[in-house]
Nanobody
Framework: QVQLVESGGTLVQAGDSLRLSCVLS????????MGWFRQAPGKEREFGAAISWNGFSTYYADSFQGRFTISRDNTKNTVYLQMNNLRPEDTAVYYC????????????????WGQGTQVTVSS
């Protein structure tokens, strides 16, 4: 059974950087495209970034473009989200998701989800 475990969320100040990690277990990591998503209080879960199984293709939502970078290490079964110049509006629970279909991730559709990690940005 596939499991995703996120880590790295914490309380930071505006302007700080943070790197989130998500480890996949229970299946072959390289068979999945991966995505990062977030859900702020009172809002729906939104797509942030996606990366293809081999890392050659990435796609970002406007809210992630320019400050956040998605990457993966298939030798470690891990996908990362590097977040720079964080803002209070980035406060949310961040989730990773896995899908064999790269195109589905943009629509907040994934076959497997992690439990989320809280990122709080203070002003």
């Amino acid at each position: 059974q596939v499991q995703l475990v996120e880590s790295g969320g914490t309380l930071v100040q505006a302007g700080d950087s943070l790197r989130l990690s998500c480890v996949l277990s229970g299946h072959t990591f390289s068979q999945y495209s991966m995505g990062w998503f977030r859900q702020a209080p009172g809002k729906e879960r939104e797509f942030g970034a996606a990366i293809s199984w081999n890392g050659f293709s990435t796609y970002y939502a406007d809210s992630f473009q320019g400050r956040f970078t998605i990457s993966r290490d298939n030798t470690k079964n891990t996908v990362y989200l590097q977040m720079n110049n964080l803002r209070p509006e980035d406060t949310a629970v961040y989730y990773c998701g896995a899908s064999p279909d790269y195109a589905r991730l943009e629509y907040v559709k994934a076959d497997y989800w992690g439990q989320g990690t809280q990122v709080t940005v203070s002003s």
